[in-house]
């Protein structure tokens, strides 16, 4: 039993590296595409101003709360289910 918990530390630790690389990696993609749209909606305005760094810190106070962001979670517990299902079915079937 002490494996199974070393183990799904372990695992935890590793998904939680992930995960941290996951979400800077989408949430960098997603200020990228805000920045090119506020450049796309404000041609004369394009560049780093004031008013596009407010637009893209708002816009992604609500990115935070989608779906897709909360998607990212799933790096989480998805393995972490799938190796403890696994483990007690062969071990206890």
Known sequence: MIAL???IGLVLVIELIF???IYIYVRSLRREALEKEWDRRHPDHAGPTEERD???RRSMLG????LRARLVGLVLVLPLVVIVTIIF???YK
């Open 19 to 21: 995960y941290a690389l």
């Open 89 to 91: 079915y062969v071990n």
């Open 5 to 7: 918990f070393r183990l």
């Open 54 to 56: 407010t637009f893209v």
């Open 63 to 66: 990115y935070s709360k989608s």
